[in-house]
């Protein structure tokens, strides 16, 4: 069974910085695109970041020179860094994964992690 398990998230003042990461456990061949989502309290999920196999990625404005993905094919990990936080950065950060084939033949379209909370105070 494949599971996305996130990790790095806290507390931290504005200005500060946090990187989150996320691995992807089974025996993974293959994951297409992953990436992060946030949601805040009351909000709808918004895309943060992405990135591709290849290596191409995909960023919200709002984030765009603050953070930055990146990922490790062969350890199946994707990752945030994220600086110059804002207060308005606050939400529930998931990891995501889409396309994801195991060597056993398992395939799954989309897949979340459970999500790691980023708090950030002013």
């Known amino acids: 069974q494949v599971q996305l398990v996130e990790s790095g998230g806290g507390l931290v003042q504005a200005g500060g910085s946090l990187r989150l990461s996320c691995a992807a456990s089974?025996?993974?061949?293959?994951?297409?695109?992953m990436g992060w989502y946030r949601q805040a309290p009351g909000k709808e999920r918004e895309l943060v970041a992405t990135?591709?196999?290849?290596?191409?990625?995909n960023y919200a404005e709002s984030v765009k020179g603050r953070f930055t993905i990146s990922r490790d094919n062969a350890k199946k990990m994707v990752s945030l860094q994220m600086n110059s936080l804002k207060p308005e950065d606050t939400a529930v950060y998931y990891c995501?994964?889409?396309?994801?084939?195991?060597?056993?033949?398992?395939?799954?379209?989309?897949?979340w992690g459970r999500g790691t909370q980023v708090t950030v105070s002013s």
């Open positions: 089974g025996s993974i061949w293959s994951i297409n695109s």
């Open positions: 990135i591709t196999s290849a290596g191409s990625t």
């Open positions: 995501n994964a889409v396309a994801v084939r195991t060597y056993s033949g398992y395939y799954n379209s989309e897949l």
